[in-house]
């Protein structure tokens, strides 16, 4: 089951803030985000698992609420290279199998 | 480390014809995931190997797909025969045995276009 992600697309200035919502109509083990920019792979970004412990990012955090099977993303004081394509993948099971959303393109403009 | 290589990055083909994708994932890395990247469905997971089994082909489309993976260090998708709806970015994405959850990494893609 794929999950749902909002919004579709965001416009951001430098420094602004933003936030991706990723949700799920199943139990989550995990929650994956990579970032796709145009003509690339996607790339790793950050992972949430279930009972709190988060590894990724050190300037882009993410919160995980395994109550409600949702997680977000937050862009804080966003920078050019914050452009592009944020998908998150979930896992129902610690099986490595990832449902990825459609996806969230952010662009940022100076 | 090179990454994950995947030949050939373009590949474009007629319908009908077999179209052989190939993978090396990042040494030692246990896992093997191949993607399907559209604009209309998305990216979708097609099968993944642990230990080069595989373990679930459940997102593969159809019999014209295969995917194999001989060894530690190589791994291929074929498609035969190809359609034009087979057009895509194909990933291929290898993960690390560390955790309980390994982030993957992805290669450069192979952009397949079936005329």
């Known amino acids: 089951q794929q999950p749902v992600q909002s919004p579709q697309a965001v416009i951001l200035r430098e420094g602004e803030d933003a936030v991706i919502n990723c949700s799920s109509s199943?139990?989550?083990?995990?929650v994956h985000w990579y970032r796709q920019k145009h003509g690339e792979a996607p790339v790793f970004l950050m992972i949430?698992?279930?009972?709190?412990e988060q590894k990724g990012h050190d300037k882009i955090s993410a919160s995980f609420n395994e109550k409600k099977q949702q997680s977000s993303l937050y862009l804080t004081a966003s920078q050019l290279s914050y452009s592009g394509t944020y998908f998150c993948g979930t896992e129902g099971g610690n099986d490595y199998k990832l449902s990825f959303g459609a996806g969230t393109t952010v662009t940022v403009r100076a | 480390d090179a990454g994950v290589i995947q030949s050939p990055r373009h590949e474009v083909t007629e319908m009908g014809q077999e179209v052989t994708l190939r993978c090396k994932p990042i040494s030692g890395h246990d896992y093997l995931f191949w993607y399907r990247q559209t604009m209309m469905r998305g990216l979708e997971l097609l099968i993944y190997f642990n230990n080069n089994v595989p373990i679930d082909d459940s997102g593969m489309p159809e019999d014209r797909f295969s995917a194999k993976m001989p060894n530690a260090s190589f791994s291929t998708l074929k498609i035969q025969p190809s359609e034009p709806r087979d057009s895509a970015v194909y990933f291929c994405?290898?993960?690390?045995?560390?955790?309980?959850?390994?982030?993957?990494?992805f290669g450069p893609g192979t952009r397949l276009t079936v005329t």
């Open positions: 994405a290898s993960s690390t045995p560390e955790g309980t959850s390994g982030e993957q990494y």
């Open positions: 949430l698992l279930k009972g709190g």
């Open positions: 199943k139990a989550l083990y995990s």
